[in-house]
């Protein structure tokens, strides 16, 4: 909501929704960063991981290595039309760092895909 602070900041006049104004304090000084919502587009952050994916009757084994930091990875098993499906997940919403190896095991009936989806999908949405 325009309060006065955005008009200071800017030098004009604004509308509800067309900035984005963040304040803080640094020690005695008031600090004011306003952002134009129009002209602003946040950056994509793709994490790299790779996947290594082995089938055994109604278990999927999983080898996930980081190449880059990866937060909050979640794990689904899904059915020939992408809907989601039962699954017991041996480890499930963890964050994968560069360079570490992560195991994880998924049992569930039939033939399953696997999606892995890390949280900052979630926020481009």
């Not at 004011?32 to 793709?46: G, M, Q, S």
Request: with cysteine; aromatic share 10%.
């Amino acid at each position: 909501e325009p309060d006065g602070r955005f008009e200071r900041a800017l030098g004009f006049e604004v509308a509800k929704g067309d900035y984005l104004c963040c304040t803080g304090r640094l020690g005695e000084e008031e600090i004011c960063e306003v952002y134009d919502l129009k002209k602003y587009r946040a950056p994509v952050y793709n994490p790299l991981f790779k996947v290594i994916e082995t089938k055994k009757e109604k278990t999927i084994g999983l080898e996930l290595r980081g190449e880059q930091f990866a937060p909050c990875l979640r794990i689904e098993a899904l059915d020939a039309e992408g809907r989601t499906v039962q699954a017991e997940i041996s480890d499930n919403f963890f964050d994968l760092a560069p360079g570490t190896v992560r195991h994880v095991t998924v049992r569930c009936g039939g033939d399953a895909e696997i999606r892995i989806t890390p949280f900052t999908e979630v926020w481009e949405r």
